[in-house]
């Protein structure tokens, strides 16, 4: 059971918009910021968004990140097969001395 | 550029300790905190913990009693230690470069490869 809850799966068509929430709790997401990872397998992960909303240098605007409250979305636009990974959102946890914890992940799948 | 590589025997005895070296090249060690992540197979990922140059950690609390990590500024290597393992910690191990230099954000911008560890008899 992981401390931040996704969806485990999601899918989409190509061109279209799909939207992968993650939810959390007052001592993590309510008190931090959120990042998200794409990760294909037999790959290392790549960071997608960081502090929230913010793309490192590389990564497409068609990807985007919100948070609210203790919540957190990581959006993709104009979906395309090459997006079709898992997506995990991970944040800092101020509990037990504080630590980091990543959502179970959602597997994508484009349609 | 900046790289990691993992390293370290790929099997390891069950009670026996795990252990794991990441060499960072193209960025010193002394700039940023350094983590290592974890992948048991068809699982997602788990964070294990971080270590910064100065040696200062921080676990997971599952994993606490039987995690240490080190740091060699020397070689600009960082490294895990796992004790008393059993087959639930088998997994791909990653080990990981903190985005912003100086703080620590869970936001991990360079990873290495994974080293894959299987704990059996």
């Known amino acids: 059971q992981s401390v931040l809850t996704q969806p485990p799966s999601a899918s989409g068509t190509p061109g279209h918009r799909v939207t992968i929430s993650c939810s959390g709790s007052s001592s993590n997401i309510g008190r931090n910021t959120v990042n998200w990872y794409q990760h294909l397998p037999g790959t290392a992960p790549k960071l997608l968004i960081y502090s929230n909303d913010q793309r490192p240098s590389g990564v497409p605007d068609r990807f985007s990140g919100s948070k609210s409250g203790t919540s957190a979305s990581l959006a993709i636009s104009g979906l395309q097969s090459e997006d079709e990974a898992d997506y995990y959102c991970a944040a800092w946890d101020d509990s037990l001395n504080g630590h980091a914890v990543f959502g179970g992940g959602t597997q994508l799948t484009v349609l | 550029q900046v790289r990691l590589l993992a390293s370290g025997p790929g099997l390891v005895k069950p009670s026996e300790t795990l252990s794991l070296t990441c060499t960072v090249s193209g960025a010193s060690i002394y700039d940023y905190y350094w983590t290592w992540i974890r992948q048991p197979p068809g699982k997602g990922l788990e964070w294990i913990g971080y270590?910064?140059?100065?040696?200062?950690?921080n676990y997971n609390p599952s994993l606490k009693s039987r995690v240490s990590m080190s740091v060699d500024t020397s070689k600009n290597q960082f490294s895990l230690r796992l004790s008393s393992v059993t087959a639930a910690d088998t997994a791909l191990y990653f080990c990981a470069k903190e985005h912003r230099d100086g703080y620590y954000d869970v936001a991990f911008d360079v990873w290495g490869e994974g080293t894959m560890v299987t704990v059996s008899s």
């Open positions: 270590i910064s140059f100065s040696g200062s950690t």
